[in-house]
Nanobody
Framework: QVQLVESGGGLVQAGGSLRLSCAAS????????MGWFRQAPGKEREFVAA????????IYTHSVEGRFTISRDNTKNTVYLQMNSLRPEYTAAYYC?????????????????WGQGTQVTVSS
């Protein structure tokens, strides 16, 4: 079992930045690929970004490429999502996820564990 706890969400103006953190506890963190999903009000939950267990491979949904950066520190059992140039359409609850591998990481069926979510609100 892995427990995931997100932090760092909040209210920010358009064009601003936030860094989300996800602290993991339980089974070996470094053995999992990690990701972020988000869900806006009235919309389906969607994939945002993922990073391999080593940190050497990352993927992003197209709309955040060049704006968001996912990273991890296996010594701290933490994964981060640096979000820059934020847009109002990025307003959503952001969820940290753990995966067995990067294969199919963008699909929710691939998620082994979910965090409880942290709210990001971008004002225009």
């Amino acid at each position: 079992q892995v427990q995931l706890v997100e932090s760092g969400g909040g209210l920010v103006q358009a064009g601003g930045s936030l860094r989300l953190s996800c602290a993991a506890s339980g089974r070996s963190f470094s053995g999992y690929a990690m990701g972020w999903f988000r869900q806006a009000p009235g919309k389906e939950r969607e994939f945002v970004a993922a990073i391999s267990w080593s940190g050497g491979n990352t993927i992003y949904t197209h709309s955040v490429e060049g704006r968001f950066t996912i990273s991890r520190d296996n010594t701290k059992n933490t994964v981060y999502l640096q979000m820059n140039s934020l847009r109002p359409e990025y307003t959503a609850a952001y969820y940290c996820t753990a995966h067995s591998s990067m294969l199919g990481v963008a699909g929710m069926s691939n998620v082994l564990y979910w965090g409880q979510g942290t709210q990001v609100t971008v004002s225009s």
